[in-house]
């Protein structure tokens, strides 16, 4: 009986030893970096109240990591998406997330959806070949604002886009980097 109990606390380790642990390659992820793909369009220091703060992606299904890769062919996934963060200085040291209804964001390509962050959603078109994004965030009071991109990232300079591929293909992790952030990774503005 004893020497039962040894082959089946052996057989557990064997078992358990060669597991992988490696959720990336469990679930398929695999992560390339293209710089430039999310972009705040006409970035200013300051906004009057009722403008719309644009941010927009475009970028072709055929994107170059060192090699060309056709992320369409390759994911599946009509959409990619991303998450940024618009906070409001309420005193200084202290932000607050400014939300507001879906119904208010203008949404010009792709989608959002906002609550604590923006959720956004790139659509490839069919017709350009394009994943697109364009939507208008409404500054609806005076304030000190700032926008981050490092919702769902662990860097303060770039945005982590991710497809929505289909469960038995690859999912792509497209990590890029944004020009226009403060060393924190913040874009600063004022609205008056």
Known sequence: MKKLH?????????????????????????????????????PTASYSVGQKLYVSS??????NDGALIDIFQTTGANEFVFSYVIEKQITPGNWEVV??????????KGNAQNGSYVYAIC?????????????GFPLLSIGTY?????????????????????????????N????????????NFTVN
Not at 123 to 135: A, F, I, K, M, N
Not at 156 to 168: I, Y
Request: with cysteine; glycine share 4%; aromatic share 12%.
């Open 6 to 42: 040894y082959i089946v606390l052996i057989t557990i380790a064997l078992l358990v030893s060669s597991c992988d642990t490696n959720d990336d390659g469990f679930y398929n992820n695999v992560f390339i970096d293209v710089p430039n793909l999310v972009a705040i369009e006409s």
């Open 58 to 63: 475009q970028f072709p299904r055929i994107l």
């Open 99 to 108: 939300s507001v209804n879906d119904s208010q964001l203008d949404i010009i």
């Open 123 to 135: 659509q490839y078109s069919t017709v350009s070949g394009l994943y697109e994004y364009r939507v």
């Open 146 to 174: 700032r926008l981050s991109f490092g919702y769902n990232s662990d860097t303060t300079n770039s945005v982590e886009l991710r497809s929505l591929s289909p469960a038995t293909r690859l999912k792509l992790n497209i």
């Open 176 to 187: 890029s980097t944004i020009t226009g952030l403060d060393a924190n990774g913040f874009y």
